[in-house]
């Protein structure tokens, strides 16, 4: 062990407990999104119209991940992280199972529910982990590492979404022993049950560290988090609505991406998911490494609101970029404008939940993080895509017309994002200070 480790778990031990973290969000994202390349088969198989499809992809998930969350969080704050996540891996994983043995809409609903809700236990508490195995100076770029889950999730769904459909067209029926005749769509979510349910074991070789800071293994009333919430209100308001913005573009461009290529440029789906699917898994995980770096050594130079400024900057580098990649001639252009726009897009998501850590006392960093993503969620996931297609469908009117839905929608929200985080710094550098004052004189510190 380091000396300079101040009681944190050794480095070895901290990052082993943020690779395990990262692979159960990688697991949580492929189960989360590959959905988005299994549309025809389900659609035929189930007799659904696109609407109720699209419930499956998000409205279903995203309200009961973030109802669920709450209540999670606040679990998280003062029981056994390890446990609460082991128990969430194997709920959303008999749930994904469950997605393959649907045989009607209404089956498939309560198991994407299933999914969200076991899905709501990982992150708030995985963040808490994250933040007692490291220092303050380094805790953004290992959050950065567990949030790049989201862009290899999202990258190998649609990797290997554009590979099942090659593979389905190929294959046909299988027969499996006690469950029966299954289609290769169903094959799949069964598959993934089965990977989630065998990695929880994995977890066994996370250790709890010892939580640290004011409040720490103290249950707070939940009044108290209120009162400390609303004490910082400004600065929550800015940050999670900033970010919020942030994933609202990234999801809105993420679910239309594929279909504008198909579109505009007349490529195949599975075309479309290898190279997409790719420019995600990349890039996405370079922006996310990228910007934690940067809060990181923007900390080590006095600066309290090196989050916070991530995103700003984040934001005003991709206002450019998502204005011009849904306007090029051709896809080979668009996806050379796509590389850099997934970038900037991706590199808040790691210092979104860090910046929660800094302003918030250890007793209850599971529930701001739960309230941030349930923020994040609801308003990126469960409206974004929506937002493209209402804009198409009713403003444009034409179908050949998402490419202008594209650039209104992501524009738009970025240049929001840009002005609720540039006026959120002030806000925020007081709530670092606030803490500092509340950790000296809360009855739950022990102070």
Same mark, same amino acid.
């Given at each position: ?32 999104q ?19 499809? $699209? ?19 606040? #679990?998280?704050? $003062?029981?056994s992280?390890?446990? #609460?996540?082991?128990?969430?891996? =194997? ?6 199972? *469950?997605?393959? =043995? ?26 808490? #982990?994250? *933040?007692?195995?490291? @220092? ?10 567990y $949030? ?23 294959q ?16 799949i ?29 103290? *249950?707070?009333? !939940? ?50 998911g290898? /190279?997409y ?10 922006g ?19 989050? !916070? ?27 050379? #404008? ?9 590199? @808040? ?20 993080? *739960?309230?941030?993503?349930? /923020? ?8 974004g ?63």
């Open positions: 062990m380091h000396n300079d480790n101040n009681g944190y778990p050794s480095s070895a031990r901290a990052w082993t407990t943020v690779a395990i973290l990262m692979v159960a969000y990688v697991l949580s994202f492929i189960d989360r590959i959905l988005n390349l299994l549309v025809e088969p389900i659609r035929r198989d189930l007799v659904i119209s696109d609407t109720q499809m $699209s419930l499956l992809m998000g409205l279903s998930f995203a309200i009961f991940y973030t109802v669920c969350g709450i209540p999670l969080g606040r #679990l998280a704050d $003062s029981r992280r390890r446990g #609460l996540i082991a128990v969430g891996i =194997l709920f959303w994983s008999a749930a994904t199972a *469950a997605c393959g =043995l649907a045989r009607m809409y209404w089956q498939f609903l309560l198991c994407r529910i299933g999914v969200g809700v076991g899905e709501a236990a990982l992150s708030p508490a995985a963040y808490s #982990l994250i *933040a007692d195995s490291f @220092p303050a100076e380094r805790r953004a770029t290992a959050i950065s590492v $949030s790049m889950g989201v862009y290899l999730g999202s990258g190998i769904a649609f990797l290997l979404g554009g590979l099942v459909i090659q593979f389905a067209s190929a046909g029926d299988l027969v499996l022993p006690v469950v029966g005749e299954v289609r290769p769509w169903q094959s979510f069964l598959i993934l049950g089965a990977a989630g349910v065998l990695f929880t074991l994995l977890m066994l070789a996370v250790q709890e560290p010892a939580r640290r800071g004011a409040g720490a293994g103290v *249950a707070v009333p !939940m009044a108290e988090v209120a009162r400390y919430l609303r004490a910082n209100r400004k600065t929550v308001l800015h940050h999670n609505f900033g970010f919020a913005f942030l994933a609202f573009a990234g999801y809105g461009s993420a679910a239309w991406v594929p279909t504008f290529y198909i579109r505009t440029y007349g490529w195949s789906a599975s075309e479309v290898i /190279v699917g790719s420019l995600v898994a990349v890039f996405g995980c370079l996310i490494v990228f910007g934690g770096r940067l809060a990181d050594w923007m900390a080590r130079r006095g600066r309290t609101d090196a989050n !916070m400024r991530v995103g700003m900057f984040a934001a005003a580098t991709a206002i450019p970029l998502v204005a011009l990649f849904p306007l090029m001639p051709d896809g080979i252009w668009a996806s050379v #404008l796509l590389a850099p726009t997934v970038f900037c897009l991706s590199m @808040p998501f790691g210092v979104a939940p860090a910046a929660i850590q800094e302003i918030m006392p250890n007793a209850m960093r599971g529930q701001a993080s *739960a309230i941030y993503l349930f /923020v994040i969620t609801l308003f990126g996931l469960g409206v895509p929506t937002a493209v297609a209402v804009v198409t469908d009713y403003v444009f009117g034409y179908d050949q017309a998402l490419r202008y839905s594209l650039l209104i929608i992501t524009l738009g929200a970025v240049v929001a994002a840009f002005g609720l985080l540039a006026s959120g710094l002030g806000p925020y550098r007081e709530s670092v200070e606030r803490l500092r004052d509340w950790s000296t004189s809360s009855p739950a510190s022990g102070g």
